[in-house]
C-alpha cells in the first residue's frame, strides 16, 4: 500500500486545563502514535480529547461541554484561565504548518469561546499571519484559497458566544482552507467499541461507517456486501488468517425489517448468529471495517485494542494499524506489551502523574537507552515489562522519568 500524501496530518497537540492535562503537549506526532500508561495516568483523558474536539465540530460546543459535566468537572483543578487545544497540522504533504488555536471557559450561560484562531505561514520568511481571529463571537476572517495580509478582512458577528467560527464559516465555500480544517475535524473516527453493542440487531439498511459504540457493525457489513465486495472480502481474507476456520460474515435483512449478522464457521453448514460468536472475532472485524473503510476516516482513534482479543493477535492488528496509518492517522491507547512490539520507539508516548498530580508525556525514543537496546534487537514490549522505561509503571512510584536524552527529569 502506497503512502497517501494528501490527507491532513496532526504534527502536534497542546492542552491546557482540561483534567489531569494541566500542561501537555505532543509534538513530532507520526501517521501512528501509540499512548502507553498505568491507570489512572491520563491516556483516556488524552484521547477523549480528540473526541471532544469531534463532537464539539459535529453537535457544538455546547453539546460537547454539558456532557463532560462543564466546567467544574472539565477544568483543572485549582486551574485558572480557560481550556485551550492547539493543533498543529497540515492538509497535505509540502503545504505550510496551519495552526488552529481553541480556548474555552463557562460564561454567564454557559461555555463561551474566548479565543479562537487559525493562523499560518506561507513562507520561510516573515511572521505567521492569522486569517480567522474570534473571540466571544466576535470576529473578523480573510477569505481565499491563500489568505493572506493583502486579501479581503470581513468583520463577523457570530449568533451566540458559544458557536465554533470555524465550525461556523467553515461551511463558506469563501473560506476554502476554514472549510478543510472543518470537513477535517468533522471525518474524526474516536471509537469506544462495545462488543455487545456489535450483536445488536439493528434495522437493515446499508450504512458506510462503523458508528463510535459499534451498534450498526451489521450494517456496514451490508453495505460493503452491495457497494464494495471486494473490500468485504479483504476483510473475510484477514479475518481468516486471524480466526482459526472462519470462513464468512452475513448480514441478512429479516422479516421483521431488522438485520442479522451471522458468522459461518467451517465445517459446519450452518452459521451462527453473531450473538453465539466470541467476543475477539467480534472485535476483529469490528476493527477491521474501520481499518479497511474505502473512504477512511482521516483521524482513527482505538482505545485499549487488547481487551477481548487473545495477546498473539496483539502484533498483527498492529502491523493491520500500521497499514490503515499509510490512509489516515492513528491513536491507540494500550497497556498490551504484544501490542507495543510492533511499534516503534518514536511512535510510543508514555504518560505518567507528576508529583502535582498532573499528566506528563514523553518520547519512549527519548528515554535513555530505549532506542539502543531496540537497535541491538530488543522489542518494545520487553522493554517496558522489563521497567527499562522507568516510568509508566504502576509498580514503580510515579514522578518524572530518571533520565532522557532531553535532560534530567
Same mark, same amino acid.
Given at each position: 500500500?502506497?503512502?497517501?500524501?494528501?490527507?491532513?496530518?496532526?504534527?502536534?497537540?497542546?492542552?491546557?486545563?482540561?483534567? #489531569? !492535562?494541566?500542561?501537555?503537549?505532543?509534538?513530532?506526532?507520526?501517521?501512528?502514535?501509540?499512548?502507553?500508561?498505568?491507570?489512572?495516568?491520563? /491516556?483516556?483523558?488524552?484521547?477523549?480529547?480528540?473526541?471532544?474536539?469531534?463532537?464539539?465540530?459535529?453537535? $457544538?460546543?455546547?453539546?460537547?461541554?454539558?456532557?463532560?459535566?462543564?466546567?467544574?468537572?472539565?477544568?483543572?483543578?485549582?486551574?485558572?484561565?480557560?481550556?485551550?487545544?492547539?493543533?498543529? %497540522?497540515?492538509?497535505?504533504? $509540502?503545504?505550510?504548518?496551519?495552526? %488552529?488555536?481553541?480556548?474555552?471557559?463557562?460564561?454567564?450561560? *454557559?461555555?463561551?469561546?474566548?479565543?479562537?484562531?487559525?493562523?499560518?505561514?506561507?513562507?520561510?520568511? *516573515?511572521?505567521?499571519?492569522?486569517?480567522?481571529?474570534?473571540? /466571544?463571537?466576535? +470576529?473578523?476572517?480573510?477569505? *481565499?484559497?491563500?489568505?493572506?495580509?493583502?486579501?479581503?478582512?470581513?468583520?463577523?458577528?457570530?449568533?451566540?458566544?458559544?458557536?465554533?467560527?470555524?465550525?461556523?464559516?467553515?461551511?463558506?465555500?469563501?473560506?476554502?482552507?476554514?472549510?478543510?480544517?472543518?470537513?477535517?475535524?468533522?471525518?474524526?473516527?474516536?471509537?469506544?467499541?462495545?462488543?455487545?453493542?456489535?450483536?445488536?440487531?439493528?434495522?437493515?439498511?446499508?450504512?458506510?461507517? !462503523?458508528?463510535?459504540? +459499534?451498534?450498526?457493525?451489521?450494517?456496514?457489513?451490508? %453495505?460493503? /456486501?452491495?457497494?464494495?465486495?471486494?473490500?468485504?472480502?479483504?476483510?473475510?481474507?484477514?479475518?481468516?488468517?486471524?480466526?482459526?476456520?472462519?470462513?464468512?460474515?452475513?448480514?441478512?435483512?429479516?422479516?421483521?425489517?431488522?438485520?442479522?449478522?451471522?458468522?459461518?464457521?467451517?465445517?459446519?453448514?450452518?452459521?451462527? @448468529?453473531?450473538?453465539?460468536?466470541?467476543?475477539?472475532?467480534?472485535?476483529?472485524?469490528?476493527?477491521?471495517?474501520? @481499518? %479497511?473503510?474505502?473512504?477512511?476516516?482521516?483521524?482513527?482513534?482505538?482505545? &485499549?485494542?487488547?481487551?477481548?482479543?487473545?495477546?498473539?493477535?496483539?502484533?498483527?492488528?498492529?502491523? &493491520?494499524?500500521? #497499514?490503515?496509518?499509510?490512509?489516515?492517522?492513528?491513536?491507540?491507547?494500550?497497556?498490551?506489551?504484544?501490542?507495543?512490539? #510492533?511499534?516503534?520507539?518514536?511512535?510510543?508516548?508514555?504518560?505518567?502523574?507528576?508529583?502535582?498530580?498532573?499528566?506528563?508525556?514523553?518520547?519512549?525514543?527519548?528515554?535513555?537507552?530505549?532506542?539502543?537496546?531496540?537497535?541491538? +534487537?530488543?522489542?518494545?514490549?520487553?522493554?517496558?515489562?522489563? +521497567?527499562?522505561?522507568?516510568?509508566?509503571?504502576?509498580?514503580?512510584?510515579?514522578? #518524572?522519568?530518571?533520565?532522557?536524552?532531553?535532560?534530567?527529569?
Amino acid at each position: 500500500m502506497t503512502t497517501n500524501h494528501s490527507i491532513p496530518r496532526i504534527e502536534s497537540l497542546r492542552v491546557q486545563n482540561y483534567r #489531569a !492535562l494541566r500542561k501537555v503537549e505532543l509534538d513530532h506526532l507520526t501517521p501512528m502514535t501509540v499512548l502507553l500508561g498505568p491507570n489512572g495516568s491520563g /491516556k483516556s483523558t488524552l484521547f477523549d480529547v480528540f473526541n471532544f474536539l469531534s463532537e464539539c465540530f459535529q453537535f $457544538g460546543l455546547r453539546h460537547a461541554w454539558d456532557r463532560r459535566g462543564r466546567a467544574k468537572a472539565l477544568k483543572t483543578r485549582g486551574a485558572d484561565g480557560p481550556v485551550v487545544f492547539e493543533l498543529k %497540522y497540515r492538509e497535505r504533504r $509540502g503545504t505550510p504548518i496551519i495552526t %488552529y488555536h481553541l480556548a474555552i471557559d463557562e460564561g454567564g450561560k *454557559g461555555p463561551e469561546v474566548v479565543e479562537e484562531w487559525l493562523q499560518w505561514r506561507r513562507g520561510t520568511r *516573515g511572521q505567521p499571519f492569522r486569517f480567522l481571529d474570534f473571540r /466571544k463571537g466576535v +470576529g473578523r476572517a480573510v477569505s *481565499g484559497e491563500l489568505p493572506d495580509a493583502e486579501d479581503q478582512r470581513k468583520d463577523t458577528r457570530l449568533r451566540s458566544p458559544d458557536l465554533i467560527a470555524a465550525n461556523t464559516l467553515g461551511q463558506l465555500a469563501e473560506h476554502p482552507r476554514v472549510a478543510a480544517l472543518r470537513e477535517f475535524i468533522t471525518d474524526w473516527y474516536v471509537s469506544y467499541l462495545s462488543i455487545d453493542q456489535t450483536r445488536q440487531q439493528p434495522e437493515a439498511g446499508p450504512q458506510e461507517r !462503523l458508528s463510535k459504540g +459499534g451498534e450498526n457493525l451489521p450494517n456496514v457489513v451490508q %453495505y460493503l /456486501k452491495e457497494q464494495h465486495p471486494e473490500r468485504l472480502e479483504q476483510i473475510f481474507s484477514v479475518l481468516r488468517e486471524r480466526i482459526p476456520r472462519l470462513e464468512r460474515v452475513d448480514a441478512e435483512p429479516m422479516p421483521d425489517g431488522r438485520l442479522l449478522l451471522q458468522i459461518k464457521d467451517a465445517p459446519f453448514e450452518t452459521p451462527v @448468529l453473531s450473538k453465539f460468536a466470541s467476543d475477539g472475532t467480534m472485535k476483529m472485524l469490528a476493527y477491521l471495517t474501520v @481499518l %479497511y473503510d474505502p473512504e477512511p476516516p482521516r483521524f482513527i482513534g482505538i482505545e &485499549e485494542p487488547e481487551n477481548f482479543l487473545h495477546p498473539r493477535l496483539l502484533p498483527e492488528l498492529g502491523e &493491520e494499524c500500521r #497499514a490503515a496509518a499509510e490512509r489516515s492517522q492513528l491513536l491507540i491507547t494500550t497497556h498490551s506489551p504484544f501490542l507495543l512490539n #510492533a511499534m516503534r520507539a518514536d511512535e510510543v508516548r508514555v504518560l505518567y502523574r507528576d508529583e502535582e498530580g498532573f499528566t506528563q508525556a514523553v518520547r519512549a525514543c527519548d528515554i535513555q537507552g530505549i532506542t539502543e537496546f531496540m537497535q541491538a +534487537g530488543a522489542s518494545m514490549g520487553y522493554l517496558w515489562m522489563e +521497567g527499562h522505561f522507568g516510568l509508566g509503571d504502576p509498580l514503580v512510584n510515579q514522578g #518524572a522519568p530518571r533520565d532522557t536524552r532531553r535532560g534530567r527529569g
